[in-house]
């Protein structure tokens, strides 16, 4: 396995220009990740402070063995919606290690709207479990909710059901469930303890129930005080809620810890005996800020970034002459082996039978592969048409739909058209689906969108027999434009989930290396085998 020769000259004009672009947009993107970082910001700080409790992002830190990584999740959900005020979705995700094991962690911020779900809050959760799912993470919530944001319940009470669902699902897979409650958790967020196999409650604090003091005197009359209501004791001396009774946060933590320790939840054998030593990059991982042209429309050579985030920067490049507007090879990521495909250019048809070819090698092989998405789409055409691109395209898309190895995607340009769905896009359900800040997601470019559309217009106009009006269709132009600009924004996509988080291009391989030790979780090595040879296409 040969290293990749990088040929980015990074004393050139054009790699500096590159670099202070990408350096432009990881500035914004820090601005705005500190922002939802604040969550409830000095308000919310405030009033914790004064009854005694710990910051959401404080209890994660100390629920989290020191010093190792916290993978967060979608960080800027719900960015730009709700007018703002859901910071984070109002609920930190992500993959962390308690007491040696990666666990999935939920924690409720009711530093905002006293940790109440709006509907980004939902898909968070459920996305969350999904991945739990898929992993096999056992999942820690930190709960301190006011259930359903009355102002959204519309959007938000169908589906929050399959919350609880996905708890009873998730812990008949033997995958284990604990709750660790320091607020009010009202409704909704009583279930989540109720759903979970173990729950700590603190002292004084931690108040679970189906309807708060206010709403049991307006349903029943009755007068009772959260504390007698659902208090911490009352759930651990009567109604059985609480299997543990902490006296501080700090202390549910310390409890939440040891439950897991005593648990001795590992991973397979089968996966983690493949893997190899580690091997660092050859070349520095500071060098990805400039491989992406600032001119989108300018092209790159994806072995520049494959060079900077693989073992060694060896790779094994699979019919490295055919079909060449994609690569596909064979690497190792932090040890453990990948099949890699990234886009040089447009898909043609010899490119789609190539990555068939590819996938289905990967399958056959059982080894997890990784997309690199900077694509435009297929090639469109009446030569192409004829050779059947429709038909070579489909075997690619068919082969990710039904890959059963795990599948890793990150996009660092454009994402655009059936181009997303062939390099397993979000519909195409890889494990994990990154972003790089300047990434592009939608079914065309705006330029393209709006040149359709007026064509479109022109022709009506004709076939009416009348003049096309042409103030109106620029105007049309310029509105689609914009649209598009507006829609296709990796924070738009990073606000309604479209992905797992913006990342910075710098971490691409600590984040792979890390999802690669998660999906190791399942023992994908040894069932689903595939049940036909691989066809040479
Ligand atoms: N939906 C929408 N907003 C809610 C909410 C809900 N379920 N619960 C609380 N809020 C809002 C409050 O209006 C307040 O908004 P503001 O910051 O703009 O003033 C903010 O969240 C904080 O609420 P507050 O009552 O001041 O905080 P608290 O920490 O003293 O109490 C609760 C938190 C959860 C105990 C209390 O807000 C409560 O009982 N809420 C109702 C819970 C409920 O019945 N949920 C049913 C869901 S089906």
């Known amino acids: 396995m040969d290293p990749i020769e990088s040929k980015l000259d990074t004393r050139s004009a054009e790699y500096e220009t590159a670099c202070q672009a990408m350096l432009d947009r990881l500035d914004t993107l820090e601005e705005r990740l500190a922002q939802a970082r604040a969550g409830g910001g000095e308000r919310g700080e405030k009033k914790f402070r004064q009854r005694g409790k710990l910051l959401p992002r404080e209890r994660l830190e100390l629920l989290l063995d020191p010093g190792t990584p916290f ?19 109002s609920q930190i995700t992500g993959i962390g290690i308690v007491a040696g094991v990666e666990c999935m962690i939920l924690v409720n911020d009711a530093t905002v709207k006293g940790g109440a779900v709006y509907p980004m809050t939902l898909q968070k959760t459920l996305r ?34 399959r919350i609880f669902a996905n708890q009873a699902r998730l812990s008949a897979l033997g995958i284990p469930q604990i709750a660790l409650v320091f607020g009010s958790s009202t409704a ?14 603190v002292k004084k604090q931690a108040s679970v129930y189906l309807g708060g003091p ?29 299997d543990y009774t902490a006296e501080n946060d700090a202390d549910a933590i310390r409890t939440g810890r040891m439950i897991m320790a005593q648990l001795k939840y590992s991973k ?30 300018i092209s790159f ?15 094994l490049e699979f019919k490295r002459d055919y079909g060449s507007t994609l690569v596909t ?37 059982r080894t997890p592969l990784i997309y690199l998405q900077n694509i435009t789409g297929f090639m469109v055409g009446s030569k192409y048409e004829r050779e059947g691109i429709i038909k070579h395209g489909s075997k690619m898309v068919n082969a990710v739909a039904t890959s059963t190895v795990p599948q890793l995607t990150v996009i660092v340009g454009g994402s655009y058209g059936a181009g997303n769905y062939a390099m397993c896009g979000r519909a195409y359900d890889p494990r994990f689906l990154w972003t790089w800040p300047n990434s592009q997601i939608a079914v065309m470019g705006g330029e393209q969108a709006a040149g359709v559309l007026a064509i479109v217009q022109e022709e009506r106009a004709r076939r009416q027999g009348v003049e096309a009006d042409r103030n109106a ?19 738009y996509a990073t606000a309604r989930l479209w992905d797992d988080g913006i990342i910075d291009p710098r971490d691409t391989r600590q984040v792979l290396s890390f999802a690669l030790s998660v999906v190791h979780n399942t023992d994908y090595i040894s069932p689903g085998m595939p049940h036909y040879g691989v066809f040479r296409m």
């Open 188 to 201: 909704g967020g009583a279930y989540i303890p109720g759903m979970s196999d173990y729950v700590v409650m």
């Open 268 to 297: 397979p054998k089968a996966g983690l005996a493949r893997r190899q030593d580690v091997e660092a990059p050859r070349y520095d991982a500071g060098e990805l800020l400039g491989v992406i042209p600032a001119d989108p429309r």
């Open 71 to 89: 993978l967060e999740l979608s960080p800027l959900a719900a960015y730009g919606l709700y007018n703002d005020e859901s910071p984070c979705a």
């Open 301 to 315: 050579d994806v072995r520049e970034i494959i060079a900077r985030i693989v073992d060694s920067s060896r790779f």
């Open 214 to 242: 206010p709403l049991v005197k307006m349903a029943t009359g009755e007068i009772a005080d959260a504390e007698t209501l659902g208090g911490a004791e009352m759930h651990a001396h009567r109604s059985g809620v609480s």
């Open 329 to 365: 090879g064979h690497a190792f990521i932090n040890g453990f082996p990948v099949g890699i495909l990234g886009n040089n250019g447009v898909l043609f048809s010899e490119s789609a039978n190539k990555a068939a070819q590819f996938i289905q090698l990967c399958n056959q092989s």
């Open 473 to 491: 269709i620029e105007m049309m132009q310029m509105m689609t434009r914009k649209k598009f600009e507006e829609e296709s924004s990796a924070y």
């Open 128 to 161: 969350a479990q999904t991945i739990a799912a898929e992993n096999r993470l056992p999942c820690i919530s930190l709960v301190e909710s006011a259930g359903a944001n009355l102002l959204y319940q519309a959007e938000v009470f169908n589906y929050g059901g």
